[in-house]
């Protein structure tokens, strides 16, 4: 793969994903930022949308933090050099990013959180850090010197009284300058530190890691929230103790077979996981429609020939079930289909849009058209042809 510098996705995943990083030259040879400096201003002013300028100097303090949405004037308060702005989510805002994010579907889709996008004038800069998930630094304008280190970062190797975690002490073992086209992959935990020489813009393709804790807390609140208020600890067989303080071993193997229980749960974990990963980053974009469509009035336009799109505010996800079915994720929800829709589910899941023909062939599955429907009025797809 040109993308991956003529190793193949099995060769990268073997030899370098989540173990080390990888530097490639042209990766997107005829790749641009397909938006300009002044638009990625435009978005960082508008409400729902995550961004930030980061100042390493002529700030109130150093690497003074700026939280988004900003006034227009702010940009022009600016100073020449030394400072960065951050746009969060960009692929859902300027619809050629797909183009990028179709290169890396020999990954798992729920694993991609979204495409940050990053201008910074002459010596603008975030500082060295270390992120904790898997990133893809693609050059889009100018042109960014990135220095990184392999080695472990100590807990206290960082600048108190900063709302960043900026390294205080850093050594490089590479150090590049890239490019329009080339392209950097940082596994976690690799300590890395970017420069502009030159008005520059990146675009960081960064993917999903739940910490451990994340995911223990939000499964526990998923069952807690189907769990009714009488199920509770019990000891029927409870024995008279000769010390009334003692927690005894029978009553912690009580508690603990309740967990177990939970934890055993297959089909239950599978069912939260599915809803979690595909939860948006942003609620605001959540658009029910405003009014329901009728199943007769879908099922005419999905006969008809028309390109259907996915929103790009949504996240989609399917996993297979052991009765031959499978569950579609959408946007934080679940449907259980049967194994004849489950081909749908792949087709809506893997695809970030679709002709109908390619849906023909199962409208007249008892559930499918009911299914598109509740998809469309949530506004997770449309035809090509309408606003999003």
Sequence with gaps: MQLLGGLSAEEFLRDHWQKRPLLVRQAL??????LSPDELAGLACEDGIESRIILERDGQVP???????????????????????????VDQYVPALESVLEQFEFLPAWRIDDVMASYAPEYGSVGPHVDQYDVFLIQGLGHRRWQISTDPVEPHNFLPHT???????FTPQSDWVLEPGDMLYLPPGVAHY?????DCMTFSVGFRAPSH???LVGFAEHVAAQLGD??????????????????DARAAARVRTIIERYLADEGRINEW??????????????TRRAEAV??????QRLAANSWVQRSPHSRYAYSLTADGGCTLFVDGSSWALSSELCQVAALLANQRGWHTQHLAAYLSVPGCVGLLSELYDLGAWRFADEDD
């Design 63 to 89: 690497w003074q933090l700026e939280n988004g949405p900003f006034e227009e004037q702010r940009f022009a308060t600016l100073p020449q050099t030394h400072w960065t702005l951050l746009v969060q989510e």
């Design 294 to 299: 009728s199943i007769e009035h879908l099922a």
């Design 213 to 215: 804790a994340d995911i």
């Design 163 to 169: 709302a960043l975690r900026i390294m205080r002490e």
């Design 230 to 247: 009488d199920l509770r600890y019990a000891d029927p067989d409870l024995s008279a103790l000769e010390h009334a303080g003692e927690i």
């Design 194 to 198: 970017g420069v502009a020489l030159d």
């Design 29 to 34: 040879p005829d790749f641009g930022s397909p």
């Design 273 to 286: 996981f599915g809803r979690y990963v595909t939860e948006p980053r942003s609620v605001e974009h959540q």
